[in-house]
T-cell receptor, first 114, second 115 residues
């Protein structure tokens, strides 16, 4: 089982809809999770971080964490064509000292069509 | 406040040559991480460094790859005797501190092409 697993998609939604991106993780000790957005040919850009169970909202983005189910998601409201990108879920190892050492999922390709 | 700076952005090397990739972390950041993204694959951790110390190199290939972060100057990822399979995007990330809420910010990457 992969440590961080995402639906590879691709996911296609119409403009204005809610895009829902999902991620599961295998290490129960994981405490923090990050969502990165990567446009084709570009570098990953951090868009959300979440450390506690529940929801965290930032503009059109909402991250949800459920530690009991080992599940983290990202909702994008009012999706725009400019949101079309690959979304990467990432988590550092539980315990240890290499917290910036992230394990990334394979990414979900999102396409928002006008 | 400049972000993570990587250079060169694009690097072409012939098989057998050496590739040197440089990374300057964000101001105030003392932790540097290198990742590799092979074509059509995900981001994979390679190495974690602090000034003058390699903290975790569990993702580094055993041969030909090395990394350093000297007291002065950028972090360097060095690939000796490059092969075609080394062609990839190499990203550097930096963070300001160490902890479970560490947020890492990525540079623009170096696209290495081995011909």
């Amino acid at each position: 089982q992969k440590e961080v697993e995402q639906n590879s998609g691709p996911l296609s939604v119409p403009e204005g809809a809610i895009a829902s991106l999902n991620c599961t993780y295998s290490d129960r000790g994981s405490q923090s999770f990050f969502w990165y957005r990567q446009y084709s040919g570009k570098s990953p850009e951090l868009i959300m971080s979440i450390y506690s169970n529940g929801d965290k909202e930032d503009g059109r983005f909402t991250a949800q964490l459920n530690k009991a189910s080992q599940y983290v998601s990202l909702l994008i409201r009012d999706s725009q064509p400019s949101d079309s990108a690959t979304y990467l879920c990432a988590a550092p190892p539980a315990g240890g000292t290499s917290y910036g050492k992230l394990t990334f999922g394979q990414g979900t390709i999102l396409t928002v069509h006008p | 406040n400049a972000g993570v700076m990587q250079n060169p952005r694009h690097l072409v090397r012939r098989r057998g040559q050496e590739a040197r990739l440089r990374c300057s972390p964000m101001k105030g950041h003392s932790h540097v991480y290198w990742y590799r993204q092979l074509p059509e694959e995900g981001l994979k951790f390679m190495v974690y460094l602090q000034k003058e110390n390699i903290i975790d190199e569990s993702g580094m290939p055993k041969e030909r790859f090395s990394a350093e972060f000297p007291k002065e100057g950028p972090s360097i990822l060095r690939i000796q005797q490059v092969v075609r399979g080394d062609s990839a995007a190499y990203f550097c990330a930096s963070s300001p501190l160490q902890g479970h809420d560490t947020e890492a910010f990525f540079g623009q990457g170096t696209r290495l092409t081995v011909v």
